[in-house]
Nanobody, 114 residues
């Protein structure tokens, strides 16, 4: 399984970005699809996840601002990020999980200027 994340960039506070993670097989074949982020010198933190039944879960810091979704036809998992804040600046990673095994993609950098 391969994951390719994209969509990061530089945006002003209050702006929006949509991250994409193209997966080499259908996102619906996985138990969990998720996004994490890691700022320099900090641990990798959970951002959002969607489970096989379609239920989504979010970190408190992004609830109401970020939305995770998946498109089976495009083999893609999205993270729509609105009302971005400087503290959202991080390297964002997508992850899928199947049979208890985590598979990570490379990161895409999101920088939010104040």
């Amino acid at each position: 399984v391969q994951l390719q994340a994209s969509g990061g960039g530089l945006v002003q506070a209050g702006g929006s970005l949509r991250l994409s993670c193209v997966v080499s097989e259908s996102p619906f074949s996985f138990d969990v699809v998720a996004w994490y982020r890691q700022a320099p010198g900090k641990q990798r933190d959970f951002v959002a996840a969607m489970f096989s039944g379609g239920i989504a879960n979010y970190a408190d810091s992004v609830k109401g601002r970020f939305t995770i979704s998946r498109d089976n036809a495009k083999n893609t998992v999205y993270l729509q990020m609105n009302s971005l804040k400087p503290e959202d600046t991080s390297l964002y990673y997508c992850k899928v999980q199947k049979f208890g095994v985590d598979i990570w993609g490379q990161g895409t950098q999101v920088t939010v200027s104040s």
